[in-house]
């Protein structure tokens, strides 16, 4: 006696997770060296050393028991301010420490933020290619779950089918940008597109469809490419964050909910927020990360590393004959099947081990995706297999 | 449009934070040394100097992208490991990595299983006094949350009332020993007794009813009572623990679930918490503690201080006449309003500088609740006033 979906969601886990498993398996047999990973979106820059110091000093200087204790459900106050105060350095925000609320990372975040807006027969709208995980975290709250098809290939949005996909029961779409999977940074023309359709729909019906913007990779961009801030362009717009990637600190789940005071309803939906956070089991992010936090909210990742992949990635893909969407963000590659079929495709990818995500979880059965977080060196000797593989599609 | 429930349970914050929060304000104006808080429990022992150390030495000595990196969703084996070596050293429990789950505490553990557990139309009892976030744990799971009155004075099962509450929707009851906010632990003799109703019932109703035991001040224990361990009593619970009291870090979130493997369906359950987490947004545990944890699951806390603050105030209470529940285990006291009003000697307390919580959403409500995590000195201070308080009810 159990609950059936439950079991199914914990039984069935990720499509990626049974991948990098394999890939583990494989390396145990034929040595690490001999397997191209390229599934796990596990940052590989470096933690910040400041981040690192700022450790060691909490722990050498602030007594434990404020260092380990409870914080507040919303979080630090000074954590809360320091990340306001970043956010209108750079984008002249107008946030205020009480329109943050501190959370473990984007994934809770995104569930409380889904559960607060979620009211009876509503739907929450994603856009292709999208994180696998939507899906459970929109149905968990109660919601359904609604997809719109890719923009290939530039994926940007699709206005047309995202405007046939509204309807009165659309409560929130969720803006992933830059995008994982597919490295792609929405354009403020895109955006403001967007604002203009749901402040129409909006109207229609007579009630705020929110952007839920989920924007782990807000910083990780490359060529000059700035990731437009979303409330500056839509009011109705909850930010989810994390510092997983920008301060390469995914497994200590630290990050945050902003709901900018211009948000329809924003000190209700904060409250839900914080509702819906509590009934599902949130009491504060960790301690010592939301002190780092204060003290590191204004740094900025070193892409340096990430662009040397990218671009060698894209450029030798390019070359062997691949169709790529050119990353402009993130450190995820989305790269077309040969012939169209994605799950072939990482088959016999993996078949000469390199081992790649089918899009097909992520609403893109036609790509796969690589995650190009790994050494440089190992990324220059796949580019002759990836040739071979496209050779065998001739 | 946001979704309602969600919003009062966010908007009415808990009693307790409340009271806090009041005491806060009150300290700002007369003087901290003059408001006597008790209404938190945060943890106010040390945090062990050994944690401190393992901290600072695995900053020192490990490679960051793997001691900040995501870890697998059910945890670091390494720190499974310890937890299921140190079960097995302390209670023959006969555990093994693969049934536990490492989480963000208690709470999301609770969440997990609640989730897990609830099929259409279950009930999920508590025994009052009991924690009260169960009801919205339960309530946000889709279960019906059913109380089962204290038993007064003793606080342990009262079992007449617990087989009157019990139905073929039951599917689990929550144990909390030592128990928040009555500091009471359940004897042996009682879990005996409760085995046996359960084992009755769930043949009778066809399906096993799970105990969920919620363990966070397991090694909490004064007067060399131990916690007796349920699985070894009834196999068919499921063990929610965190290091929050034992290890003093509330704040840092890090806890488990543990199925045995003797517990009913106990694979299919493990997955069933699982696939719960993950709709919840679970990603893993903050993962630096999770690297502490595989080196001090084996620590216990040193209870001098906790023990001298209890023998004081219980002994203080009961010279000035008060009803007092002994406590045997955490760091609560659970006194009786003298006319048996909570609500109003809390309030007359609060008059007086002395915050208590009132037992009301504990399901009690003529006793209210202390929690001794203060200095000696203030407790001791204190010990007047309470005298004045029954004074003032003669």
Redesign the interface.
Known sequence: ???????????N?SCI?ELYAYGRQRAALIGDENVFDFT?G???N??PKKV?ET??SL?ADMN??E???????VGDPAARQAIADDLNARFDAGASADELFLC??T??????VF?????PGAQIVALAPFFP?YR??A??AGASFVVVPPDIPDFQIPMGALEAALTEHT?AVIVNSPNNPAGTVYTEKTLRALAQLLEEKSRQYG??IYIVADEPYRELTYDGVQTPFIPNIYPNTVVCYSYSKSL??????IGYVYVPKQAQ?SK???????????????????????KVIARCAHLRPDMTAYDKNRRALYEGLTAAGYEVAKPQGAFYLFVKAPDGDAMAFAERAKNMDIILVPGNDFGCSAYCRLCYCVSYEKLQRSLPRFRELIESYR
């Open positions: 006696m159990y609950n059936q979906k439950a079991y199914e969601l914990g039984a886990g997770r796990q596990n940052p590989s470096p933690t690192e450790v060691q722990m434990p028991l260092l380990h204790g409870y914080t507040s459900a473990c990372g994934t809770p975040a995104l569930a409380a559960g607060a807006l979620t009211v995980e459970p975290l149905e968990g409560v009630h705020p390469t600190l995914a497994g200590e789940r309803d209700a939906l904060y409250a839900a927020v914080s509702g819906t956070a509590r009934a599902i089991g949130h009491i504060c992010a960790p301690s010592l990360w939301q």
